[in-house]
């Protein structure tokens, strides 16, 4: 069974600062593993989706990469601005794509 | 051009009555997904549909959850008898084919509140 674990929790960061979100996952065996924001109140906005034969990919600040052998992925956001403070939750789908997600990482970018 | 839509955006029951929540899914989007969201659990799959084929119900928490997609379009959510653990937050996505692109496009979302 698929477990996903997102590392840390929550993050405060002062704005401008580089910042590396984690996620891990059990089962090696992903058809693709998509990161998304959720802001409070909100639905989830997807942010990047890396598919099983990719390493990363990258949008403007964000850069996601997957490293299926050790069940990791990170997020990188670059130069970090308070718009940025949100929930990011990543998630690993199987090929019917039906996504687990982790619990997510509570993100408070301070001006 | 629109998103995926949810109605109601806040539902609040009784204890023991049954609910009905509502998805219009993106034009065009032939997967459809509901997901629920809440403290405890976090976000939980729950049923999947995929054009004419039989449904994933392999998330659906007990019996007494249902769901149904009324000419591969618009879909519903029943919760029957309802109980104070199915209050949560209820998330429909929806997607293109599968193999054309995965990305899940999430709606609003239905709170549901049983008191």
């Known amino acids: 069974k698929q477990e996903v674990t997102q590392i840390p929790a929550a993050l405060s960061v002062p704005e401008g600062e580089n910042l590396v979100l984690n996620c891990s996952f059990t089962?090696?065996?992903?058809?693709?593993l998509q990161w998304f924001r959720q802001d409070p109140g909100k639905g989830l906005t997807s942010l990047l989706l890396i598919q099983s034969s990719q390493r990363e990919q990258t949008s403007g600040r964000l850069n996601a990469s997957l490293d299926k052998s050790s069940g990791r992925s990170t997020l990188y956001i670059a130069a970090s601005q308070p718009g940025d403070s949100a929930t990011y939750l990543c998630?690993?789908?199987?090929?019917?794509?039906?996504?687990?997600f982790g619990q997510g990482t509570t993100l408070q970018v301070k001006p | 051009g629109a998103g995926v839509s949810q109605s109601p955006s806040n539902k609040v029951t009784e204890k023991g009555k049954d609910v009905e929540l509502r998805c219009d899914p993106i034009?065009?989007?032939?997967?459809l997904y509901w997901y629920r969201q809440s403290l405890g659990q976090g976000l939980e799959f729950l049923i999947y549909?995929?054009?004419?084929?039989?449904?994933?119900k392999s998330g659906l928490p007990s019996d007494r959850f249902s769901a149904e997609r009324t000419g591969g379009s618009v879909s519903t959510l029943t919760i029957q008898r309802t109980q104070q653990e199915d209050s949560a937050v209820y998330l429909c996505a929806s997607s293109l084919e599968p193999r054309i692109s995965d990305t899940q496009y999430f709606g609003p979302g239905t709170r549901l509140t049983v008191l």
């Open positions: 549909f995929q054009g004419n084929s039989a449904p994933d």
């Open positions: 089962d090696s065996a992903i058809y693709n």
């Open positions: 034009s065009g989007h032939t997967a």
């Open positions: 998630a690993a789908s199987s090929n019917t794509g039906k996504l687990i």
